[in-house]
């Protein structure tokens, strides 16, 4: 495990995260989720969110993902300032810029694999040929080349998580945002995720921050914060 | 663009729910398609006698056959006009004949019901050139015969070849053929010889309609202007084609308003149908719908993604209505004539523009009933539908 470092030879931060406060209203009272919180993330790295429940990280995530807003601060991700942003262009640089990897894979269950992987690359203007050949493509990479019709009931969740990386991974995003990638997987799945993650990092090159409770899952990070009521450790 | 087939297979996934919404929607477009069929067929049942160099002559302000009275040197006058044509044999080729109506048993039922009867002439037939005597011979002038339209023999007592029946209290008329006309109203009527009837009546010198052939289609108006003018004569001229065409119209436009009143009344049970079941799948979708926000479609993507759907689901159902509906050309149908207070039987004519009007209502009532789920999944919260079911 490592801890961030600023230095001259660090790449340029493709997260920069400033003074970040996060307040929800819920049954009558206002809760701090994220209190004035600076992070910077350079890009190339591999960083895992760790925490108890509701320490934030989740919604940490979602900032980054540009899936939420902040109460103040500012959240500057690939030179995109997130919270000058309509909704639509929230939806475009998520598009472009975003890869995503939930903990319940979140696939669609009537279409194929292939299909899936596909989803992102309907909002390029890529021809259809040129979209399958990608999604094929990203499948191989993840070892999935020979479920390229298989529907997500036909695999394992293993192999569901596989598909979802694939489409992650399919529309080559700046960065990848992972919510518990390997929670609803037995040890040797979660295993097989964490490889494929790592290897994204290391031969791809991709940004990756992974919200996890697994420590396990962490260690394979290049980096861990630590998060606590709404704060940076 | 969410992919059709996302649309699509997710209909088929859940086959059951769209089966029995499908078919809400098919009873709704059956019931329109099946109206518009029957006033279609309407129109072409009573249309189909129109010829455009065939003028008709009825009394001054009459609106039918039935209410119009012309004396016989009144109706000489008329078919010597110099706009009338010639037979070979230098007659004028043109009819005058008497209507009346008459009140007898129909079969498979306890009631009675009216039947037009038209006193004809010699020269009826082949002034219509495209009706035929089917079975049995033509009534022989002067005689108590008569030939019974394809449409009703057999559909009330005494109206079949060799039968007999009462046209007045002791005047039996027999029945020694049947006509054809290719379904058009002619062969809702029985003929019979004009002066038979008119002494069974006790009618005076005098005739219901003249139809004259016109030397061309383009001397009408001049025909027109010349009997019109004449005010010994005091009559109404109109080309065949138009006097049919409103004729027709009062009965089908009455059958086509209360139909679509009735189909218009079912497919807000319809659409409420599609309603719940877009929204039940926008329920159990809230995940998937999450995602695909989270992924960069669009709202208005999510919004014509369930939109579709209801619209194939609805268009489904439309087609099995259509369909059905079309069957129903097998299905004679009949029913009182306004202008002439007489039955009249009639087919489901099925259009190319019926079936085409037919699933743009049905997908008329996807779009309505998709609508407010269609924006409920557009609206969702992306974080909110990320965490639920």
Known sequence: ?233 | MVPLSYSVRNLRVRATTTAATALGVAMVVFVFAAVLMLAQGIKRTMGRNGADDVAVVLRDGSDGEMASDIDLPAANLITNAPEVRRRPDGRPDAVAETMVVIILDKLGTDGVSNVAVRGVTEDALAFRPTMRIGEGRALRPGSDECVVGRSIAGRFRGLALGQSFEVKKNRRLTVVGILDDNGSAYESEVWADRDTLRSAFGRAASVSSVRVRLTGAGRFASLRTALESNRQLQVDVKRETQFYDEQSQGTATFIQAIGLLVAVFFSFGAMIGAMITMHAAVAARQREIGTLRALGFSKLSILASFLFESVVLSLLGGAVGALAATAMRFVHLSIVNFATWSEIVFEFTPTPGILASSLVFAGVMGLFGGMFPAVRAARIDILEALRGA
């Open chain 1, 1 to 233: 495990m490592t801890t961030t470092t600023q230095g001259a030879t660090q790449p340029a931060p493709i997260v920069r995260i400033e003074g970040v406060s996060k307040r929800f209203r819920r049954g009558g009272e206002d809760l701090t989720v994220l209190d004035g919180l600076d992070l910077t993330i350079p890009e190339g790295e591999f960083v895992a969110l760790m925490g108890p429940s509701g320490s934030g990280k989740s919604t940490l995530l979602n900032l980054i993902a540009g899936l939420d807003r902040p109460t103040s601060g500012r959240v500057v991700v690939a030179n995109n300032d997130l919270g000058a942003m309509s909704d639509g262009q929230l939806a475009a640089f998520r598009a472009r810029h975003l890869g995503f990897i939930f903990q319940t894979y979140n696939l669609m269950p009537v279409l194929t694999a292939a299909e899936n992987v596909e989803l992102p690359l309907l909002l390029t203007k890529l021809p259809s040929a040129e979209r399958q050949r990608r999604a094929l493509i990203a499948l191989r990479v993840v070892g999935l080349e020979d479920r390229v019709h298989h529907t997500p009931r036909q695999l394992s969740g293993g192999q569901e998580q596989r598909v979802a990386i694939a489409r992650a991974i399919v529309n080559d995003p700046t960065i990848l945002v992972a919510d518990e990638p390997t929670g609803d997987l037995d040890r040797k799945s979660a295993d097989a995720i964490l490889d494929l993650l790592v290897k994204l990092n290391t031969d791809m090159k991709k940004t990756i921050v992974m919200v996890t409770h697994d420590p396990a899952a962490a260690e394979r990070a290049t980096v861990t914060r630590r998060m606590n009521k709404g704060l940076l450790q």
